[in-house]
């Protein structure tokens, strides 16, 4: 009889590991298949039975994450992870999952603990730089890109996020530079394409601005955003005839914004179709009616159609209207031209009137330093404003903060023996 009870209570408990194992397969079968919102019902079931299994609540999350349902995913992976806490792919799912719900202070938590569990793992560094970037904390994100791309170096998109930090951090030269290896290693991403175009136009180099642009046309035919990137850049050649043809035809084919009239009424105005251009400047609508560069357009053409008072209010509004910020901006952008087509000097200049306008940017007194020691070949100028810098930046690890050390001290040491 104890042989027969003891015989009967083994082939339950075989059929009952039978029954879980053959849930678990149809579960992973489900999952693997998409079919996500069959699985759930599923694993709760088998949660009632075995409440303290790891897997079955690190599935149950995977399913609500494909399922877009983040909140019930968080839940059910951090009862995995209390259950099983040194777990790379429960830790990292529930780092993307508070990722993906905008809970970035607690995705970066999450991370930074993965990373020591695990240190090397791309795909943790991955996230952990789109973590910080969105955070903008660009200089931890870039450093992250910068250890991925000797590893990936063959990835366009790690190019193209450093691309993109470097110019959130004002490093045009450099960011132009992370695009171009972007493009050459795919020429068919338009995004790429879009932002060295502009870059380019902003440092006034035209011309290679319009061979991407051409080549970026043989891929995207018509494309409308490249369309009017040409126009743009013959804009700034001062082709306005050109740029004029390209614009009429994106009105005619209703693809041009509201504020992108402003450049069709400029083309008009600069080929004297005075009139043709108030009404582009009139379809700019009033939200952009405070906008220094309409008023200023606006007020020459009243001029030149000898409406000189209607003329004179615009032109009066145009100064009213400019404010410091964005002539600050003007002079940071036109410093940063100059720099990148060696014209020191006057990078300089507009440096220091960006410096007087907003001095919240100690890179700047950086920047001059540099110019003035390596190509003015002025050592009290670049000694003082690398003083400057070190006595204004916050970012003491920053490696400009050493390299302005160490050029003070060379300085010096130059100066010395010179005398």
Not at 137 to 160: E, G, R, V
Not at 175 to 204: F, G, T
Request: aromatic content about 12%; proline content about 3%; overall charge positive.
């Amino acid at each position: 009889m104890k042989q027969f009870t003891l015989l009967l209570l083994l082939s339950i408990t075989i059929n009952i590991s039978a029954s879980f194992s053959q849930n678990t397969e149809k579960v992973d079968q489900l999952l693997f298949s998409g079919q996500y919102t069959e699985a759930i019902p599923l694993l709760h079931a088998m949660l009632k039975k075995d409440s303290a299994n790891s897997k079955y609540y690190f599935r149950l999350g995977n399913a609500y994450q494909k399922l877009n349902k983040n909140n019930r995913a968080i839940n059910n992976y951090t009862k995995a992870k209390q259950l099983n806490p040194n777990s790379t792919a429960t830790l990292l799912n529930l780092s993307s999952c508070f990722y993906s719900s905008g809970n970035y202070p607690k995705a970066e938590q999450e991370l930074v603990k993965l990373q020591q569990l695990t240190p090397n793992n791309y795909s943790v560094d991955l996230l952990l730089a789109k973590t910080y970037s969105v955070q903008n904390k660009y200089q931890q994100s870039l450093y992250i890109y910068t250890k991925l791309n000797q590893q990936d170096s063959l990835n366009p998109n790690i190019h193209k996020q450093m691309g993109s930090l470097k110019r959130r951090m004002q490093n045009f030269i450099g960011s132009l530079d992370s695009y171009i290896k972007a493009y050459e290693l795919n020429p068919n991403d338009l995004s790429v394409i879009i932002h060295i175009v502009q870059q380019l136009y902003e440092m006034a180099a035209y011309q290679q601005a319009l061979g991407y642009i051409s080549n970026g046309l043989n891929t995207f035919p018509n494309n409308s955003m490249l369309l009017k990137k040409k126009a743009q850049v013959l804009i700034g050649l001062e082709w306005y005839d050109n740029a004029l043809t390209i614009l009429k035809e994106l009105k005619t084919n209703n693809k041009l914004s509201t504020p992108e009239n402003r450049q069709l009424g400029i083309c008009y105005m600069q080929t004297r179709q005075y009139e043709a251009a108030l009404k582009a400047f009139t379809d700019c609508g009033p939200s952009l009616e405070k906008d220094p560069i309409i008023n200023f357009h606006t007020g020459i053409c009243y001029a030149r159609l000898d409406q000189h008072e209607k003329g004179i209010k615009f032109l009066e509004d145009a100064l009213f209207y400019i404010t410091p910020p964005i002539e600050a901006s003007m002079h940071l952008f036109l410093a940063k031209s100059y720099e990148a087509t060696q014209q020191f000097k006057k990078a300089v200049v507009s440096y220091k009137k960006h410096f007087e306008m907003d001095n919240t940017n100690p890179d700047i007194l950086y920047e001059i330093a540099t110019i003035y020691e390596e190509f003015g070949e002025n050592k009290d100028n670049s000694l003082a404003y690398y003083t400057k810098f070190i006595q204004q930046t916050n970012e003491k690890d920053d490696l400009k903060y050493e390299y302005a050390k160490s050029r003070i001290l060379h300085i010096k040491e130059n100066i010395h023996f010179e005398k």
